[in-house]
């Protein structure tokens, strides 16, 4: 099989966006998968009864944030909210931005700067014995602005390169990269964590600074930047759009290619360099494309809001998001609470909850294209997790009992989320009422991500204290809740897709304009 450029390219965009959402993720797991320890370390530690007590005890105890294991655990979840409220307020400026500068930059700058933040807040404040709740506070608010750089432009990346008829499927698997970011994230945490909790902090934001030097000098954000056509099935929806190039003396289409360096200026370089602004050589065939169009202008934030199906999958998402983060930041507290599991075991088994969401997501996207159809998928999987939901909140003290209803509710919820927030995203921004404008992907991935972390930051305020001030029960009624508000955010756009699936349109069309023989049998009966 021969290797084509566009093959090439489409693959290195898939693994570089894959794995900087990933390390992304790793870097925000590493908090929830050491609350136990971290409210150790913030709260006074008691002494063996059969010990004296040191003294004197204020000095020991110096350190100490809260008196009682509650007051730790409250602070957690303000963290948490003020993590996903800044990340929500920056997804929403991100995605405006990422339209409009080089996204292959502000992706770096985002990933490197959310690695000095982690670092800060986890080993610098440990190694210099710093414990001071405001300062937690700035740091965590400036990464959780920071790590918001980078889902609108990933998807925004993904969708510029690869067409409509495949996102279904390609997204949905694409999309576990935060939940493959979660399990790397648990597996280092457990890996260091019997050494100190700062080493978990330590080990992520390494990793993800690495990966911003590779996304600095190995990202390349859309076709048009390379010389290369966009993928046939999304230049359909507006071949009128198309801008016309002149390849000595041939009229043909092609994309725009405003992105194509200027090597040179308007001297001799200017006629041996071969390429030039508004000229660009194939290097397969040898044609020289000069460009008689410019790129369309950047759509504005209340047009992207306005688009068909927005509003509706924006709403939704707020409600499924407060679920699917909760679960992202307290499941393993969760495990440790209520069964009195260790720490260690408790990050381990988490992780079936997302290993679920990669398969959920996989499967529903390749069902869903196949269909022609995301809505008519994700409603039925949205209701199906209320009952999953109630169920696991029942749970016995059983490894493998937990495991498997994980899974099941991981599969539903986890699968819906990803499927929302990558194949559904693509889809709303290359929708034809864009015709063909590339650059609303980012604003349009901004909204409905930015509106289902709104959403999350309040869930996060709410699940401690539902669970210190009732038990975890309320905690999964909340869920279930919020699962059901989800289904009705869609079900006007559920009932229109289910209306135009091709069976019923063959139905109805069928009763408007009966058949031949439906007509000889009328008239026989009459």
């Not at 925000?28 to 004296?52: D, E, M, Q």
């Not at 490197?112 to 405001?134: K, Q, R």
């Not at 909140?393 to 498997?404: E, G, K, R, T």
């Not at 991500?449 to 699940?463: E, F, K, P, R, Y």
């Amino acid at each position: 099989m021969k290797i084509t450029r566009q093959f090439s390219h489409r693959c290195a965009v898939f693994l570089l966006t894959f794995f900087s959402y990933a390390f992304f993720h790793a870097n925000r797991k590493a908090f929830s998968n050491v609350k136990t320890s971290t409210g150790n370390v913030w709260t006074p530690s008691f002494h063996n009864a059969t010990l004296p007590p040191l003294k004197p005890d204020k000095i020991w105890n110096s350190h100490t944030l809260f008196n009682n294991a509650d007051g730790a655990e409250h602070f957690q979840g303000i963290l948490d909210t003020a993590f996903m409220a800044a990340y929500a307020v920056g997804l929403f400026l991100n995605g405006y931005i990422g339209d409009r500068v080089n996204m292959r930059i502000l992706l770096a700058v985002g990933m490197a700067g959310t690695s000095v933040t982690v670092f800060v807040f986890g080993c610098v404040c440990e190694w210099a014995s710093y414990y001071n709740i405001y300062f937690y506070a700035a740091v965590w608010i400036i990464n959780g602005f920071l790590q918001s750089t980078g889902w609108p432009v990933v998807v925004a990346c993904m969708g510029n390169w690869f067409g409509k008829s495949s996102r279904g499927v390609l997204l949905g698997l694409w999309s576990s990269c935060a939940s493959v970011g979660n399990i790397i994230g648990a597996l280092m945490v457990a890996s260091v964590l019997s050494y100190g909790y700062q080493y978990a902090f330590l080990m992520t934001s390494c990793v993800l600074l690495s990966g911003s030097f590779m996304v600095f000098f190995g990202l390349v954000p859309s076709p048009e930047d390379v010389g290369l056509e966009r993928s046939s099935d999304d230049k359909d929806d507006d071949d009128e759009q198309s801008p016309s190039i002149n390849t000595h003396g041939r009229d043909q289409k092609a994309p725009l290619l405003s992105d194509v360096p200027n090597y040179g200026s308007a001297s001799s370089d200017e006629e041996s360099s071969p390429y030039q602004v508004g000229r660009s050589i194939n290097p397969e065939d040898g044609v020289s494309y000069e460009i008689q169009a410019t790129r369309p202008a950047s759509i504005s934030f209340w047009s992207a809001c306005l688009l068909p199906g927005v509003i509706p999958y924006s709403l939704a998402y707020a409600f499924l998001k407060l679920v699917n983060y909760s679960f992202f930041f307290w499941l393993p507290f969760y495990l440790s609470n209520a069964f009195h599991w260790s720490e260690s075991f408790a990050d381990k088994l988490s992780t079936l909850y997302d290993v679920a969401g990669i398969v959920g997501g996989t499967i529903a996207g390749f069902i869903s294209d196949r269909v022609g159809k995301r809505t008519v998928l994700i409603v039925p999987m949205l209701l199906v997790s209320i009952p999953s939901l109630l169920i696991y909140s029942n749970s016995p003290n059983s490894f493998s009992i937990n495991s498997a209803l994980m899974f099941l509710v991981g599969f539903f919820i986890g699968g819906a989320a990803n499927l929302i927030s990558s194949a559904v995203s693509a889809d709303l921004g290359c929708q034809k009422q864009l015709r063909g404008n590339d650059r609303a992907l980012a604003t349009v991935t901004g909204v409905i991500d930015g509106t289902g972390s709104v959403g999350a930051a309040l869930g996060q305020i709410a699940v401690p204290y539902l669970q210190t001030g009732f038990n975890w029960h309320a905690v999964f009624y909340l869920f279930m809740i919020c699962m059901f508000l989800t289904a009705v955010c869609l079900f006007p756009l559920f009932f229109k897709e289910i209306r135009s699936l091709k069976c019923f349109s063959r139905c109805r069309q069928r009763a408007n304009y009966p058949t031949v023989q439906d007509r000889e049998y009328l008239a026989s009966s009459s």
